[in-house]
């Protein structure tokens, strides 16, 4: 006997499907759900359909949201009009504001939160920095949990781990002195003794 699955889980499917823009692979490993019956619900609910609508309405709202902004920006500077002035001002702050919380533009960081990074130790602190407040994002907003984005966290993580390997190793042997080899060779050439 097949095992019932949740509406809840065909829900998340079709979200993760349609709006998270996912492949039945990946909303197959986020659900446990087989590829074979996520073709099948898709099939019945017209999700490509759906898919195709959500992604026009999202650029739709992308061209608007320009023209909007254009035409904000226009009205203010032929205007001069306080009020004008103002709405484009608050619409441009809310922009900003939503691209900050997104990470999507690099445009919008201070020159205070950019780091100085002169050494691979520089280097990997960044990058912890970076993957810890994106995990917090994360985590703050668990809808938008991908399998992509875990698969990021988890690449970025697997970064930061070789680094760390790589420089701590480094760093030792500096702290070390010379290693045995190198002793044997000065002991052999200049003092003209080996090691017994």
């Known amino acids: 006997m097949a095992k019932e699955i949740s509406w809840e889980i065909r829900f998340h499917a079709e979200e993760l499907y349609i709006a998270n823009g996912l492949t039945f692979e990946q909303v197959s490993d986020a659900t446990g759900v087989s590829i074979s019956q996520l073709k099948r619900w898709a099939k019945e609910s017209g999700w490509r359909e759906k898919r195709k609508e959500h992604r026009q309405a999202l650029s739709d709202i992308k061209r608007d949201s320009v023209q909007l902004r254009q035409r904000l920006i226009k009205n203010a500077m032929d205007t001069l009009d306080p009020q004008a002035v103002y709405a484009a001002a608050r619409f441009e ?21 950019l780091k100085n990074i002169k050494t691979p130790q520089d280097a990997i602190e960044a990058l912890q920095e970076v993957i810890e ?7 703050t907003k668990p809808d938008g949990i991908t399998l992509s984005k875990i698969k990021e966290m988890k690449q970025a993580l697997e970064l ?33 003794i080996s090691k017994k």
């Open 93 to 113: 702050a809310v922009a900003a504001s939503i691209l900050d919380k997104s990470g999507d533009s690099a445009e919008h960081v201070s020159s205070k939160a």
């Open 133 to 139: 407040r994106k995990i917090n994002i994360m985590l």
């Open 160 to 192: 930061i781990e070789k680094m760390t390997a790589k420089y701590s190793k480094d760093k030792t042997a500096k702290t070390k002195g010379l290693s045995d080899e190198a002793a044997e060779n000065i002991r052999k050439k200049i003092m003209g």
